[in-house]
Structure formats: structure tokens, C-alpha cells
């Protein structure tokens, strides 16, 4: 964590530290870390290395006296109406007061907010803690210079491990493989997987309690049930019940951007490289690259996919995983 310190500091907190663990003379320690003797012996003399809070060090209101304080604390505490209607009450009383006085007066008193009213607000209930293993998938679009692709997206629930791998097409096929892919590539075991209800996933709801989903398996399912993984559906029309994974999709789109290009900066044709220029990707570590490439200076990032005969699906090197 960064240190917050003021605009004009000349010291920081390590320096401040030795400071006053050193025996050396005022004039030594000012010549070696370049500040004024002054400042040496005041950092000297206290005991902490923070820096003091500005201001009055007991605040108090330069408009409205204490007895009018007491007033406007007391009728607060008594009605607790809002501010608005608290202003309207008591200028008849107190001629000076303002919203803003009466504002700052209620915050240094800590009755600023008014109390919660049981039964005003459903209570906030917690997720239900789940064993590591519990991934959210999605299916995102991606514009590139050749045309809209589409991003499979896997994130853990419980330690945020993301997978993700890029199609043209989205299906029943590239879905069973984008499972295959994902359960090699996590060091552990999947227990559950959680999707909507999108056709690549499932049945379509017309087709739930029909002699198709009687007797038939959907790929997906299939897959699944090889794999001794629990497949679970979203709730029809409640996207936010795979919020982890949607929050994923939009984090994966800031950070790659939305156009692809090869070295000479023109659009390429499949099978090809993808060079996607995002600086904040690499600084926040988002993306793996392969150990034996080194970005570039532009902060880009390579991203090398190669496609299937059949052209369904492509199969990326380097994937969002961390």
C-alpha cells in the first residue's frame, strides 16, 4: 500500500524513521537526506512518523454558537426528520442557519444520516460459501477487424481462477470443447458449473419437458455428467445470477481492446496473429504471455490462436488465466 502524505513533505515515512532511530547530529542527518535542520528536529521529537492532522483540533461551527448547536442536535435527535425539513423547522428560531451550517453540524455530531427502519429494507444476505471448484462460464462477443468473434469465459467462484478461449462460432460442439479445455487447464477438481440457458448450454425452455430433453442428453450435459461435474442453469431472464462471469467479460474486453492487427498494422486473415495494443492489460498482469515472447515497448500483447479444419472453433496458446 502506497503512503498518503502531504503536498509539500520533503520526508518519507522510512526516512522519518531513521531519523529518529539515528545518534548522528542535526546538520549530518540534514546534509543526508538533503531536507532542513528544522525539519531533522521536529521529526526527531515525535514519536510517530505520521503526519498531524490539519486544522482546529476541536472543530466547531464559526456561524452557529453552542447553545444553537444544542438546539439543532436536540430537535434532530427528538424528530428525526431529514435535513430539509429540519432547516425548515428551525430558521424561524435560527435567522443565520443554512443547509450547509446545519449539514456540517449534524456530521460533527455523528447524527448525519438518519437510523434504518426495520422492515424499510430487505436484509443483505451473504453468499453461500462453496468449495473451490464452483465455475461461472459465459460467452462474450468480441469485434475485430475481420468480424465478430466470441470469447468463452470461465471464472472460479471461491479463487478467481479465469480461463477463457476465443471461437468464430458458438454451439453445442464448441461449448462440450471449451469444457474439455477448461478441465485441462485447472489444477484442480471442478465440482459445479454454472451457465444460463443459452442453446449452447441446454435445451431451449421448449423444449425442457418434451421427449427431446427426455430422451436425448444435451452435449454439454454429456460432458459433465463424463466428468462427475454438476451442471446448474441460471434463472430465465436473471442475468445477474452469473454476475462473477459477466464482471469477468467486461474486464477481458478493457483489457484487450477492440481491434486486432499483425506487425504491419493491417488487418490479417485466418489462420492469424492477434496483436492486441493494451497497456493496462499488461499492467495489471491480466494476461499471460508466453515466457519465450517479450512484449513489446507499446505495452501490446500477443495473443496467438490457430483454427480448426472445420473452422468451428479456435483454439487459443495464450489464455486469460490467473
Known amino acids: 500500500m502506497g503512503q498518503v502524505l502531504h503536498g509539500c513533505a520533503t520526508t518519507t515515512t522510512a526516512i522519518r524513521r531513521a531519523i529518529q532511530h539515528s545518534q548522528a547530529s542535526l546538520r549530518q542527518l540534514a546534509r543526508r537526506y538533503g531536507i532542513d535542520p528544522k525539519t531533522v528536529r521536529k521529526w526527531r521529537a515525535r514519536s510517530s512518523v505520521v503526519d498531524l492532522r490539519t486544522g482546529p483540533k476541536e472543530p466547531r461551527s464559526t456561524i ?6 444544542a438546539i439543532v442536535v436536540a430537535f434532530r435527535q427528538h424528530t428525526l426528520l431529514p435535513l430539509d425539513d429540519c432547516l425548515y423547522a428551525l430558521q424561524p428560531t435560527i435567522l443565520h442557519l443554512t443547509r450547509s451550517s446545519l449539514h456540517r453540524c449534524l456530521q ?7 437510523p ?10 451473504k453468499f453461500k460459501a462453496y468449495p473451490i471448484g464452483y465455475f461461472h462460464i459465459d460467452i462474450a462477443e468480441v469485434h475485430t477487424a475481420e468480424g465478430k468473434l466470441y470469447l468463452y469465459v ?10 477463457v478461449q476465443v471461437v468464430r462460432k458458438t454451439g453445442r460442439t464448441s461449448a462440450a470443447a471449451f469444457l474439455e479445455a477448461l478441465i485441462a487447464a485447472v489444477p484442480y477438481k471442478i465440482h459445479i458449473v454454472l451457465t444460463d440457458n443459452g442453446i ?5 425452455p421448449r423444449y425442457a419437458d418434451g421427449p ?36 469477468m467479460n467486461r474486464t477481458i474486453k478493457e483489457a484487450t481492446g477492440q481491434r486486432a492487427y499483425n506487425s504491419d498494422n493491417k488487418p490479417t486473415s485466418t489462420p492469424h496473429r492477434h496483436r492486441v495494443r493494451s497497456g493496462q492489460a499488461q499492467r495489471r498482469g491480466a494476461i499471460a504471455t508466453p515466457p519465450d515472447r517479450s512484449p513489446p515497448q507499446q505495452a501490446a500483447v500477443a495473443v496467438d490462436w490457430r483454427a480448426h479444419a472445420d473452422g468451428a472453433q479456435a483454439v487459443p496458446e495464450t489464455c486469460l488465466v490467473g
Open 64 to 69: 452557529l454558537s453552542s447553545e444553537e448547536e
Open 108 to 114: 460533527r455530531h455523528g447524527i448525519s444520516r438518519l
Open 116 to 125: 434504518g427502519v426495520k422492515g424499510d429494507k430487505p436484509a443483505k444476505k
Open 154 to 163: 470461465a471464472v472460479d467462484r471461491v479463487s478467481k481462477f479465469a480461463f
Open 200 to 204: 449452447q448450454f441446454t435445451f431451449p
Open 212 to 247: 427431446t430433453a427426455r430422451y436425448v442428453t444435451h452435449m454439454f450435459d454429456r460432458r459433465c455428467q463424463e466428468n462427475g461435474i454438476e451442471h446448474r442453469l441460471t434463472k430465465v431472464k436473471h442475468p445477474w445470477t452469473n454476475g462473477q462471469v459477466e464482471r
